[in-house]
């Protein structure tokens, strides 16, 4: 009798992942290039897989792939088929993306969920006719947490980051590098660990998290917190645009039900609070934590150098065809808003 249960049991599950495999009539394919313990990978596509297969009954099926290429390619990547979705650092590719840039100006957002939300809905209401991802879909566009210090050396002031080698990503804080007269190095993040390592950078530019997901605790002496960062990066998630359009009309809708806002706010929200985690794993490893507050003399210096730089996005994005200004008054007051109700 058991065994006779065993089987049933067993012809049972069978019948189910049949039927549950039957159902699917698509599968989106998902390139991502970030360590399984990053919040993308451990909170924000595990989430949307879920919203995604509930949302559309089971006919599109989400598969999650590690992609070992440089990231900007990912890009390239889905435009061309080869994966169906992908997301990646805007600033990767110069010149291509230019309008999220207002999310990245220093000092604008406090946390990665409120400038995400902020970006999301600037896009929809500024940047979609400019058609910057043509040959896409966007699901989604969010920034991390507000980009930090990362050092082999204490900063003490703004002055002791002049002459020294720190990674930068692009976008931006490239700008804010000059000013800063760091010497720059361009990397995609995941680098970061294996320069500051072997010497070829005294450190980097990136989110509190990195402490702990890119083990930066390990390569690090201190970490100086600037009470708005330095900067921020956007990110968009994208999918390859005849795909998007191969699915029915109501998959199609129950997709972008599950995306757009909504998907960018999970992710700002997962990244931001990895930050807190990063902090935690950068005191546990004895790095030296600095927070500092409003009235610290690297704050007013740092305030000082950024004056401008919001006017060298408004410049920069002159051949778009948007109301720069008007884009960068509003994303200003989503975020006072967004942040006025929490």
């Not at 039957?22 to 949307?48: F, G, H, Y």
């Not at 993306?97 to 929809?124: C, H, N, Q």
């Not at 910057?132 to 002031?157: A, C, D, I, R």
Request: aromatic letters at 10%; proline letters at 4%.
């Amino acid at each position: 009798m058991m065994n006779f249960k065993k089987s049933l049991l067993c012809v049972t599950a069978g019948a189910a992942l049949s039927l549950s495999a039957a159902a699917a009539e698509t599968t989106l394919r998902i390139a991502t290039w970030l360590p399984p313990t990053n919040p993308q990978n451990a909170t924000v596509w595990p989430t949307w897989k879920k919203w995604v297969e509930e949302a559309t009954e089971g006919r599109v099926e989400v598969v999650v792939e590690n992609y070992t290429g440089h990231p900007k390619t990912i890009y390239d990547a889905v435009e061309d088929g080869i994966y169906d979705v992908g997301f990646s650092v805007e600033a990767y590719l110069p010149g291509r993306f230019k309008l999220s840039g207002v999310a990245e100006i220093p000092g604008e957002i406090t946390d990665a969920e409120t400038g995400s939300v902020a970006l999301w809905r600037t896009y929809k209401d500024y940047f979609e006719p400019a058609d910057e991802y043509n040959g896409f879909q966007l699901l989604g566009l969010f920034v991390h947490g507000p980009g930090q210090l990362h050092t082999k050396f204490p900063v003490n002031s703004l002055d002791d980051l002049k002459g020294k080698k720190m990674r930068v990503g692009g976008g931006l804080i490239n700008d804010l590098a000059e000013r800063l007269e760091v010497t720059p190095v361009s990397a995609p993040s995941p680098k970061s660990y294996e320069m500051m390592q072997q010497g070829v950078v005294d450190g980097t530019f990136l989110p509190a998290q990195e402490q702990r997901f890119f083990r930066l605790s390990e390569v690090s002496s201190d970490l100086t917190l600037f009470p708005k960062g330095l900067y921020t990066t956007a990110f968009s998630i994208v999918m390859n645009q005849d795909v998007f359009e191969s699915l029915s009309k109501k998959d199609q809708e129950a997709i972008m039900s599950v995306s757009g806002e909504r998907l960018s706010q999970l992710a700002g929200a997962a990244w931001g609070k990895a930050d807190d985690d990063g902090i935690l794993e950068a005191k546990e490893k004895g790095v030296n934590v600095v927070f500092l507050s409003e009235s610290d003399q690297r704050v007013k210096d740092l305030n000082k150098l950024s004056e401008g730089i919001d006017q060298l996005w408004v410049n920069s994005v002159s051949d778009r065809g948007i109301d720069a200004k008007a884009a960068l008054a509003d994303f200003r007051k989503y975020v006072n808003t967004i942040n006025s109700k929490k």
